[in-house]
């Protein structure tokens, strides 16, 4: 795998994938052998987060992507909330990081299920901020409507707040790991992904 990353407490399932035992949220890595799908160059960061908002409508939301760095190259890092599957409530939050090369990819994907009681961040800042001021835009598409809204709940500010939350722990799981992160010397010489 081109990818590489500290996987201490995490228990591996196949060659490709890991899951905490403790959250049951699940690592995978992949690598693609074709040109990556993403909708503009990670230099476009505009044009690139409105797409990714139009594209995940459908079956979620797109709740922030950024451009990162991963052992010196450039990465999408974007996360995102579906429905659970086969669940009539939660969601599913998804931290996603894309090291996109011309004709080539490899990604590493975080997946964090709620579990327990779920919609209980949504409800105490409801209470908090007040339910008319749940709903902002979309801060990359403003007119956007999916499946599910963007929500002021997904904001960083309020992880402190809930710091056993499923979106929380992605991104600090997130913070931690890009750092140590490295990617194989043949696959990090590729040609770089231009859009």
């Known amino acids: 795998m081109p990818i590489s ?87 599913i939050f998804a931290a996603s990081l894309v090291v996109p090369k011309q004709q080539c990819s490899a990604t590493l994907t975080l997946l964090c299920p709620e579990a327990g009681p779920t919609g209980m961040r949504e409800a105490m800042l409801a209470a908090q901020i007040g339910f008319q001021n749940m709903y902002p835009p979309h801060p990359y598409a403003p007119g956007l ?24 722990r992605a991104r600090q799981w997130i913070a931690r790991t890009v750092p140590g992160m490295r990617l194989d010397p043949g696959f990090a010489a590729l040609p770089p992904f231009r859009g």
């Not at 399932?13 to 699940?26: E, I, K, L, S, Y």
């Not at 797409?51 to 890092?77: K, N, S």
């Not at 929500?151 to 929380?168: G, K, M, S």
């Open 145 to 168: 409507q999916g499946k599910l809204p963007y929500n002021a709940a997904d904001d960083i500010r309020w992880d402190a707040q809930f710091p056993e939350h499923p979106l929380t």
């Open 5 to 91: 990353f500290d996987t201490s407490g995490l228990q591996q399932q196949d060659a490709n994938r890991w899951v905490n035992p403790a959250t049951r949220d699940m690592v995978s890595v992949q690598y693609f052998d074709l040109a990556p799908d993403l909708p503009a160059a990670l230099e476009d960061l505009d044009t690139l987060r409105q797409r990714l908002a139009q594209h995940r409508a459908d079956t979620g939301c797109l709740i922030e992507a950024f451009v990162v760095g991963v052992d010196g190259q450039p990465a999408l890092l974007r996360m995102e909330k579906m429905p659970l599957p086969d669940q009539p409530t939660g969601l």
